[in-house]
């Protein structure tokens, strides 16, 4: 049976967007990107980043939200006017008028790791199949220090259910990392966090056919064996032109966007990282890392 709605997730740089473009280029699908981005969109019922909805939110809320994700897959006059005015070339053009002809007939696929924490209510609430990209916590740290990004954890402390439901444990350490804005640290954090929530809906999913759990690194290292198996998971059709831009998305070149060697690309954190980084890495995510990881993959 294919999915109703389909959501693909992870920490922000767990290589969500590789996957969601590449099964974006699925005709049965339509990729849709990072609905809680509040940094993109605008008039959107969300206030922070990761922010946490389940089936006890508020139900005035919940329909604001579902009534913000469909919009997303219902045909636009005004989001194609609005496209259509930034075109610059042909393929454009025809990317807009394509867009708006999906939503007759396909499948929304919502790339987003901002979603993560609310990744069970979409499956609760929109009947939706699930895919959570898992991503070692050394490779995160690398990726996110390369943006010079801290993450502010007021966007976890101030939701209350979030807090009361997953992280009450992590109360004190978000608090003393918002002070101290260090970025190693911020980044092990939050790590942590998520895949610690990460783990509890493995456990509780496992064998729950709509819950799609993938390391990163193993897509990586046999890309188009793994995204075959994901697609007939998903009951969607495995075309030629998805195995090519697999092929081609992963092979050893100059790296672009999407295009990189996606077996070299494991390990770039053993060049962006300095050995005492790798070992505060290890030793500060052990608890979590060793429930997806062995020691051999450090």
């Known amino acids: 049976m294919k999915p109703k709605t389909l959501l693909i997730t992870g920490i922000h740089r767990s290589g969500s967007t590789w996957m969601g473009k590449i ?6 699908l339509q990729y849709i990107h990072e609905p809680f981005n509040i940094a993109k969109n605008s008039n959107m019922p969300l206030q922070y980043w990761y922010q946490y909805f389940t089936l006890d939110s508020d ?3 919940r329909k604001k939200l579902k009534k913000y994700l469909n919009k997303f897959h219902q045909i636009d006059f005004i989001r194609l006017f609005k496209a259509l005015k930034k075109t610059k ?11 708006e002809l999906k939503c007759f007939h396909t499948i929304p696929l919502y790339k987003d790791p901002i979603a993560l924490l609310s990744s069970e209510w979409f499956y609760e609430e929109l009947d939706a199949h699930v895919i959570v990209s898992i991503r070692h916590p050394a490779a995160f740290v690398a990726s996110v220090k390369v943006k010079n990004w801290i993450f502010d954890f007021n966007n976890l402390l101030k939701q209350d259910q979030l807090m009361q439901d997953y992280l009450l444990d992590y109360k004190l350490e978000m608090e003393l990392a918002n002070e101290k804005k260090d970025l190693l640290e911020s980044s092990i954090l939050i790590w942590n966090i998520l895949y610690s929530v990460v783990f509890k809906l493995q456990e509780k999913y496992k064998d729950n056919p709509n819950w799609i759990f993938i ?11 793994k995204y075959n198996q994901i697609f007939k998971k998903l ?7 998805i195995k090519n831009a697999i092929i081609n998305s992963s092979k050893p ?29 290890k030793s500060g995510t052990k608890e979590v890392w060793k429930h997806f990881y062995i020691k051999e993959d450090w």
């Open 23 to 28: 099964m974006g280029m699925s005709k049965e």
């Open 59 to 61: 139900v005035s809320v």
């Open 89 to 99: 070339y042909l393929g454009q053009v025809k990317d807009a008028f394509l867009y």
């Open 215 to 225: 390391r990163h690194e193993d897509l990586s290292r046999s890309p188009e064996e």
């Open 235 to 241: 009951n969607l059709k495995f075309t030629t032109p």
């Open 253 to 281: 070149q100059e790296s672009s966007y999407l295009s990189r060697d996606s077996k070299e690309n494991i390990f770039t954190w053993k060049e962006r990282l300095e050995p005492e980084e790798i070992e505060i890495i």
